[in-house]
């Protein structure tokens, strides 16, 4: 997620598939994540893109050519044009997922155009614009939603994200040193997810008995925006429980 050159190529790849109206597939997969299908595929430099073909390792290029060069090695992969939103909504989600937030903006767009009333693809809309710092923008966004669907699990996580970031924004610079709490809402506003989760789980460990403190209150809405299913949610999660309950 935090590889620019990745985030370039993938920006690309989604002004391609607009064009071409979802003729190809876009699969993302994080080396960090799956080291093993990196190695099987016999990735060695990043960006790198494999064409598949009948379910097979076709060609492939790596590093960020120019869009013209990649428009044309793909059209000898492309399919038939697909109007629908589907495949553009899941290329979305995925690009949301690695924090890819101006390729996940551009084709939640897409799908609104089609679907201006999407639930979903507004959502989404709003968490990579929030993701990009923009807040007033994704509150606007999350304003567009009708009122019985502002209860709903992305919604409210999403005012928790709103929440920290303008936490974050408020803070001055000052002479004194941070408190903890305060670097971790910097660390966090600034994209560094995982040390913001590792600064506030050091200083719950000082004082674990603490339930009022900045730093747990700062560490659950961390999970809440991020959600249950967030790799980081559910490793830091199990260290706090390890350390109130053990």
Known sequence: PSHQPSRQLGELLAKIMLKHKNAFKVTRISVDHAPDIAQAMGIRALPTVVAFLQGRPADAFSG???????????????????????????????????????????????????TPDHEEAKLGLARATLGEGHVAQAEEILQSLPTDRRYTTGYTSLLAGISLFKEASSMKEQDSPMTDQEQALLAFSAGATEKAFQILLTAIQKNPSDAESKERKTLLKLFEFYGASHPLTMSYRKALSRLLFS
């Open 64 to 114: 960020i050519p120019g869009e013209a060069d990649i428009e044309k090695f793909l059209s000898r992969f492309m399919g038939p044009s697909d109007s629908s939103s589907a495949d553009l909504l899941e290329n979305a989600q995925a690009a949301l997922s690695l924090e890819n937030y101006a390729e996940a903006r551009t084709l939640f767009l897409a799908v609104l155009a089609e």
